[in-house]
């Protein structure tokens, strides 16, 4: 008899990946597909739920046109970008656009909540430090005021998980971790915060049913089935919160492991049994574990800002050509120094008007001291999340790391030699996000026994990078300077504007 796969997808802002895994964590097959956005004005961010589906479409088409085993896939679980904003009517049809998480039109309603509620009771029903329009709740509250028309045909307010799930098996389902920065759910109860969802004029049955992540949604609609290409007995699986996921799938499911995420953007993540008591600067949220919650410290930009630097400068390059060129200059990059914030900073200072800096350039810097100081820049920016981490007395003595910066060998002993700590690489860390997807759907389809044991049995780890003292000490004075420039820079960047 052949083995069972197992099918977990990840659902970024702009990309979806789908990868099949075995029931010990290789990935046998995996695709792509694109999420496309527009941009109808400065700060805005919109997408058409429609392209979801099409994407899921899409990947299980490529799966099955490289010959991958689709068939004997037995459980299905998902992945998903949360804070996205999806529109709908009772036929799960966009009533409008849906707001993407990076839509900042909602800054007015966000300052109105923040006055209605306070940044106090805030953080403790919904484990947000800051009010920002990021947050859904800001969103309805925004198309309320603005689009009443569309705000009265409106059935379904719901994120995108919840919407790939209806299309899939026809219940309206989600899991509290995509909610959990939503301020529509009280973290603590992992139920809907009643006065928040008062307060937008939101019907409770107009939000999606909670079940726990890992638990069976049902089988997939015969339609989507046939138009998936799954098998009968594919069971599909509540997923949940990318980050989450992506946590689980470095094997960060228990309190005391920490994991870095380079991806588009930086995350350091570490699991919790209770939120901590206070915290000004990092967001906590539900995780996909049973009874846990994890902090994830967070920088809206890392590998995109390499992407950038490849496409516009160095599109002859692999990535694998910008390390090498990187390597050949010395730690530090002769005083060269990024300041990595070109989406905007989240943590440690949270500041949408912050901007990305070359610091220190002269005519001896080259194209792999650009990209060194890429690298490092982001490694300064990592090591300012762990210690947002650390200075809730949090131990990090070792990181866990995923995403496609993980692929990159001198990167990643960049970050432990600035860190101080070991930074252990999964394999293929580009799939950290599906593979804790598989788990969850391992477990809601009865082939995995718990979710602690298929972090053990699917995660692997490969190449630990030890931290290099004497390039510690080199990097000590570029990481001070580092620590200055954006308190130097702040009412230049306030002054300036923040620009679409």
Same mark, same amino acid.
């Given at each position: 008899?052949?083995?069972?796969?197992?099918?977990?997808?990840?659902?970024?802002?702009?990309?979806?990946?789908?990868?099949?895994?075995?029931?010990?964590?290789?990935?046998?097959?995996?695709?792509?597909?694109?999420?496309?956005?527009?941009?109808?004005?400065?700060?805005?961010?919109?997408?058409?739920?429609?392209?979801?589906?099409?994407?899921?479409?899409?990947?299980?088409?490529?799966?099955?046109?490289?010959?991958?085993?689709?068939?004997?896939?037995?459980?299905?679980?998902?992945?998903?970008?949360?804070?996205?904003?999806?529109?709908?009517?009772?036929?799960?049809?966009?009533?409008?656009?849906?707001?993407?998480?990076?839509?900042?039109?909602?800054?007015?309603?966000?300052?109105?909540?923040?006055?209605?509620?306070?940044?106090?009771?805030?953080? $403790?029903?919904?484990?947000?430090?800051?009010?920002?329009?990021?947050?859904?709740?800001?969103?309805?509250?925004?198309?309320?005021?603005?689009?009443?028309?569309?705000?009265?045909?409106?059935?379904?307010?719901?994120?995108?998980?919840?919407?790939?799930?209806?299309?899939?098996?026809?219940?309206?389902?989600?899991?509290?971790?995509?909610?959990?920065?939503?301020?529509?759910?009280?973290?603590?109860?992992?139920?809907?915060?009643?006065?928040?969802?008062?307060?937008?004029?939101?019907?409770?049955?107009?939000?999606?049913?909670?079940?726990?992540?890992?638990?069976?949604?049902?089988?997939?609609?015969?339609?989507?089935?046939?138009?998936?290409?799954?098998?009968?007995?594919?069971?599909?699986?509540?997923?949940?919160?990318?980050?989450?996921?992506?946590?689980?799938?470095?094997?960060?499911?228990?309190?005391?492991?920490?994991?870095?995420?380079?991806?588009?953007?930086?995350?350091?993540?570490?699991?919790?049994?209770?939120?901590?008591?206070?915290?000004?600067?990092?967001?906590?949220?539900?995780?996909?574990?049973?009874?846990?919650?994890?902090?994830?410290?967070?920088?809206?930009?890392?590998?995109?800002?390499?992407?950038?630097?490849? $496409?516009?400068?160095?599109?002859?390059?692999?990535?694998?050509?910008?390390?090498?060129?990187? $390597?050949?200059?010395?730690?530090?990059?002769?005083?060269?120094?990024?300041?990595?914030?070109?989406?905007?900073?989240?943590?440690?200072?949270?500041?949408?008007?912050?901007?990305?800096?070359?610091?220190?350039?002269?005519?001896?810097?080259?194209?792999?001291?650009?990209?060194?100081?890429?690298?490092?820049?982001?490694?300064?920016?990592?090591?300012?999340?762990?210690?947002?981490?650390?200075?809730?007395?949090?131990?990090?003595?070792?990181?866990?790391?995923?995403?496609?910066?993980?692929?990159?060998?001198?990167?990643?002993?960049?970050?432990?030699?600035?860190?101080?700590?070991?930074?252990?690489?999964?394999?293929?860390?580009?799939?950290?996000?599906?593979?804790?997807?598989?788990?969850?759907?391992?477990?809601?389809?009865?082939?995995?026994?718990?979710?602690?044991?298929?972090?053990?049995?699917?995660? $692997?780890?490969?190449?630990?990078?030890?931290?290099?003292?004497?390039?510690?000490?080199?990097?000590?004075?570029?990481?001070?300077?580092?620590?200055?420039?954006?308190?130097?820079?702040?009412?230049?960047?306030?002054?300036?504007?923040?620009?679409?």
């Amino acid at each position: 008899m052949l083995e069972a796969l197992l099918l977990g997808v990840d659902l970024g802002t702009s990309a979806m990946k789908a990868a099949i895994f075995d029931l010990d964590g290789r990935c046998v097959g995996e695709t792509t597909e694109q999420i496309p956005l527009t941009t109808p004005g400065a700060g805005l961010c919109e997408v058409d739920p429609r392209a979801y589906w099409q994407a899921l479409v899409g990947c299980c088409r490529g799966l099955r046109s490289q010959e991958h085993p689709l068939e004997r896939v037995r459980a299905l679980a998902i992945a998903a970008n949360a804070e996205t904003l999806l529109f709908l009517d009772g036929d799960l049809e966009p009533v409008r656009p849906g707001m993407v998480w990076s839509d900042m039109r909602s800054a007015q309603e966000a300052a109105d909540l923040e006055a209605r509620f306070g940044l106090d009771d805030l953080a $403790r029903r919904s484990g947000q430090p800051q009010m920002i329009p990021m947050w859904p709740a800001t969103k309805i509250l925004w198309l309320r005021r603005n689009e009443p028309d569309h705000a009265v045909r409106i059935r379904w307010w719901l994120q995108p998980l919840d919407y790939l799930l209806a299309r899939l098996t026809g219940r309206v389902v989600s899991d509290a971790s995509e909610y959990s920065s939503s301020l529509l759910l009280d973290i603590g109860r992992r139920t809907w915060w009643e006065e928040m969802v008062e307060e937008l004029e939101l019907a409770p049955s107009s939000l999606p049913e909670l079940l726990s992540a890992g638990t069976p949604v049902g089988e997939p609609r015969e339609e989507a089935r046939a138009e998936l290409g799954l098998a009968p007995e594919t069971v599909i699986v509540m997923g949940g919160f990318d980050q989450a996921c992506t946590a689980l799938g470095a094997g960060n499911c228990v309190p005391g492991i920490v994991s870095e995420s380079t991806g588009t953007s930086l995350a350091v993540t570490a699991t919790l049994s209770a939120p901590p008591a206070a915290s000004k600067t990092v967001p906590c949220h539900v995780h996909v574990v049973p009874g846990a919650y994890f902090l994830c410290a967070h920088n809206p930009s890392a590998g995109s800002i390499l992407s950038w630097f490849r $496409r516009e400068f160095t599109p002859e390059l692999s990535f694998a050509d910008l390390d090498e060129l990187a $390597r050949a200059v010395p730690a530090g990059s002769e005083g060269l120094l990024l300041l990595p914030y070109f989406a905007g900073s989240a943590t440690p200072f949270f500041d949408p008007a912050a901007r990305g800096v070359f610091f220190g350039l002269t005519e001896r810097h080259g194209r792999g001291h650009l990209a060194r100081a890429i690298l490092e820049g982001i490694a300064f920016a990592l090591a300012d999340l762990v210690d947002a981490e650390r200075s809730l007395g949090l131990p990090v003595d070792e990181l866990r790391s995923v995403g496609g910066g993980a692929r990159s060998a001198l990167w990643s002993q960049i970050k432990a030699n600035v860190i101080g700590a070991p930074v252990h690489a999964t394999e293929a860390p580009e799939h950290a996000g599906a593979r804790g997807a598989a788990i969850l759907a391992g477990v809601g389809g009865g082939l995995v026994p718990s979710i602690e044991a298929g972090a053990q049995t699917m995660v $692997r780890l490969a190449r630990q990078y030890e931290p290099d003292a004497r390039e510690a000490d080199r990097y000590a004075h570029a990481r001070g300077l580092h620590r200055e420039l954006y308190p130097r820079l702040e009412a230049l960047f306030a002054s300036a504007g923040v620009d679409a």
